[in-house]
């Protein structure tokens, strides 16, 4: 009885309400109006500013980004937000953040529409790129550059095109094709000084210089960098001049002109808290080195402290940046919805003007049944309210439980591997402490070879540390950056080697991987202690490839040196250690030495996990 009379008492009020809005003069609807200012400043020349910036002013830029695209989400304008959305995705790139650009990149993708503008749409497709390359996938990183490229070209976007240009460069100095990466230098160069961009034509001149630096031609890095840091300096870009102090450092450090390179490290000290941390944990590594060089044990080893806690620290920022950033994204949802519902509700009242017109003509009795239908399906909405609530509270908290168990497994996985990777540093440090107590040139070797050993080991769970999956390792990186640690160890600058890795595409488990890594570290190893020594220039070449068996695999090392006599070889520990691990991968080893060099191959099949 008493729900029948609050219906009957709701169902009179309406009704009276109806009726005296019935008599509001008609005026009433042009009575709420909203006018919007266009912007003042062009839409296209506000971009150029802000990608500016990026470069000059990072903390800046991100406030200006974020308040554009706040007002584009209140407005509802879909390519103008996407723009902003998309120069934010560049900040990210910019200064090393991939997880966030990642997230903006999927954000942005979302919103793709027939109407996105094809300069959009490219810039997406570049990032999808950038994207591929970070989580190593190559293949896909190269093609979808040359898909951008051909695409910007075709519609002449100038910025676009140099800037694939410019990746091209990255590219083909990471594979040590420098003349080939110089000649899209030049490509790039010509594009961004056409449209004046000299900003990005800074960060060409400096990828220019570290290419220089790769090569070896240590004089020309120099002058390059020394250019750049003047453009810095004259240009108030701070960011961009702490970074040409470390690579001036690190460069003057390889040079072995010690003092110059710690003036460059002391420069950049100064303003380390100013600076990007990515550079401080390159500085930190860098003074490491340059300790070690002069034979201050101690110094090297606070350095190599400070490069692990900096790595933590990276990593800990990344992570409170992330959940800020989320935090920050929902209040900005929330505000341009509040704004929206307001939009809506003025939107309503006139439509209920409108309304009014219509009862007029229908009278009390459609109004009436209109009010009938409109509480039965209130009633009825409320209902299948509450059951989708229950339904999304259950669902919501299942997915909690299972995100909060995989979030678990993967930080546990990820700390094991970063746990193994810092004690097998702290090992290899403690061995360069012990060596300075001895004497004797042949355990001094021995110690040398064994720290190679263990650093070979302790960069597979690095790899794994960084890897998105914990399967396997991908085994190229891996024997780049192993066989590269081993050249600034045993080859002097003297000599130039050229090194070629081939093994595209090969991922092994962790069993095979260690076995495997520390077989490369031997045999390179060895030939950079033997197979040069009469020579000032040579090739070395690692292959690792499958064969039609996927379980099974060959590994080629393969140098131009002097050769040696196979009968007449003493065999040592690096062999028995060789044929020890070739043994445990069930595996074949075959030897093949001339005057023109040696061959060394191992048949082996991956070690079921």
Known sequence: MKSNFKNKHFSLTLFLVFNFCLLLPLGLKSAVNIHHLAPEKNHDQEILELRNLIITNVDEARKKIDEKILESQIYENKNIWLDYVILKIDLYRFIGDFTHMKMELFNALRSVNSKTKPEQKLLLDYYKAINYAVNKNQKKHISYIKKTLKAAQKIHFKYLEATCLSTFVKYYFDHKNFKKGREYIVK????????????????????????????????????????????????????????????????????????????????????????DIRDVYQTYMGLEIYYNKIHNIDSAYHYSTLTHEIEDSIRAIADKNLADELEKAFENEQNASIIRNKDEVIKSVKNSNRLILTFLIIGSILLLFIIAMILYAYRTKNKLNKVLVEQQKSIIEKNELIDAALKEKVILLKEIHHRVKNNLQIISSLLNLQSRNVDDPNALNVLAEGKERIQAIALIHQKLYQADSFASIDMESYIIDL????????????????????????????????????IICELVTNAFKHAFNNKTEGNLIVRLYQLSDPSNFILEVKDDGSGFNAKAKKIGLGSEIVESLAEQLDGELSTYSSEEGTLIKIFFKQVES
């Open 483 to 518: 066989t590269q640690q081993l050249l600034r160890t045993y080859i002097s600058n003297e000599k130039k080697i050229n090194l070629t890795i081939d093994s595209p595409n090969i991922n092994l488990n962790l069993d095979t991987a260690v076995p495997v890594g520390l």
């Open 188 to 275: 790039a160069k010509k594009i961004f000084k056409e449209i004046n961009d000299y900003n990005s034509l800074l960060i060409v001149d400096i990828r220019e210089g570290i290419g220089y630096f790769w090569e070896g031609q240590d004089q020309k890095a120099i002058s390059k960098f020394q250019q750049c840091l003047q453009y810095c300096i004259k240009n108030k870009l701070e960011i961009n001049k702490y970074y040409l102090y470390v690579n001036l450092g690190e460069t003057y450090l390889f040079m072995n002109e010690m003092d110059s390179s710690k003036y460059y490290y002391n420069e950049f000290l100064k303003h380390k808290k100013q600076a």
